[in-house]
């Protein structure tokens, strides 16, 4: 995912990186549930580095879970390869950030990737492991071109730059959670209707970005789960293809776009805009069970005369009581209420 983050009037752009690198105070942590590419996450400490002095130092407070998969170039450039395959055969693509996230989810769910531990320990065991899962992915798409060798030569680099920063990620949590008082806070990557199992399937990303995925991505036992805090923007946006039955294709939306500045971080893409779906914010509250809310960007709506709400998708003319699994109906049925600014 990215975010942009903000800080003494800097601006920085993060996909890898923590948001929390910035407190030179904190001790930021990279958990198990995310999949690194290692490349991308020193160019993107470099190339924020020279925004200002706010990530001096990084190295020195960011600790990465020994679980965590890697993401590898081939993963890119087959995720690539898979949207174009969807235009072609369907006629449609999912919108991939092309970062390679599918992919290497898909190696892990098939027992077959590689996670920072193989990489920081026996590099000659993990060569051998490399040129298997390299070769596994040649044999699947018969055009994708890879340097085994000269990634392996990257890839053992990268892997001295990376040894003083990676930990054991279960106990380093179980330090934290039990030791000294400690303030944590846990940064999840996109919102919750991309989550692969609760999303808009199958436009949605590879991993569990609901509650759920503080225990799966971290090793958090759910007891420890304290207040949650949903983040909810004053109207609905999605950065790609899915379902938006909410969505204003006209200028109301393009006055959102603009003076949100909506433009996805990882892909430059300009963010679909339209009104505050009141039924995603149900639906996300059952699966999270938010403590509290934190709305946002209401300052967007300012210059608007009248603002309009998503109460209800209704389907052959009766309300529907929850969410649907089927992406068909939000394309078609929706109910708005109004409400009228006052001066």
């Known amino acids: 995912a990215g975010h942009t983050v903000v800080v003494d009037s800097v601006e920085y752009d993060f996909h890898l990186l923590p948001s929390g690198v910035l407190n030179k105070k904190a001790i930021s942590f990279i958990g198990n549930g ?145 030791g000294p008082s400690k303030k944590i806070l846990v940064e999840g990557a996109n919102a919750a209707l991309l989550d692969i199992d ?28 304290g207040r949650v805090y949903g983040v909810v923007k004053a109207y609905t946006t999605r950065v790609g293809v899915g379902a938006f039955p909410t969505e204003q294709d006209n200028d109301t939306g393009d006055l959102l776009q603009s003076r949100g500045r909506e433009f996805g971080v990882t892909t430059g893409r300009r963010r679909r805009c339209g009104w505050l779906d009141l039924v995603l914010v149900r639906y996300a509250h059952m699966v999270n069970g938010f403590s509290a809310i934190a709305l946002t960007k209401l300052d967007i709506l300012d210059t608007l005369p009248e603002i309009k709400i998503g109460i209800t998708y209704t389907v052959d003319g009766k309300p529907l009581p929850s969410f649907p699994g089927k992406l068909t109906i939000c394309y078609t049925f929706s109910y708005f209420s109004h409400i009228t600014m006052q001066q």
């Not at 193989?118 to 994708?144: C, I, M, W």
């Not at 399937?201 to 789960?225: K, M, R």
Request: aromatic share 10%; with cysteine; glycine share 10%.
């Open 34 to 178: 995310v999949v690194i590419h290692l490349p991308g996450l020193f160019e993107e400490a470099e190339k924020n580095s020279q925004k200002g002095s706010g990530l001096q130092g990084w190295e020195e407070r960011l600790k990465i879970s020994d679980r965590a998969h890697i993401v590898f170039n081939f993963h890119q450039a087959v995720d690539g390869i898979q949207e174009q395959l969807r235009q072609q055969q369907a006629g449609k693509n999912l919108g991939t950030t092309k970062k390679g996230i599918g992919p290497a989810y898909s190696s892990k769910a098939a027992r077959n990737g590689l996670r920072v531990c193989d990489l920081v320990s026996d590099f000659s065991v993990f060569e051998e492991k490399f040129r298997v899962l390299a070769g596994h992915f040649q044999t699947t798409y018969p055009n994708l071109n890879i340097d085994i060798d000269a990634e392996l030569e990257q890839l053992k680099g990268y892997a001295e730059r990376l040894r003083p920063l990676v930990t054991d990620g279960v106990y380093f949590m179980h330090k934290a959670l039990n």
């Open 198 to 225: 609760f999303g808009t399937y199958p436009f949605v990303t590879s991993s569990n970005c609901t509650v759920g995925g503080v225990c799966t991505g971290l090793g958090v036992p759910p007891s420890h789960v």
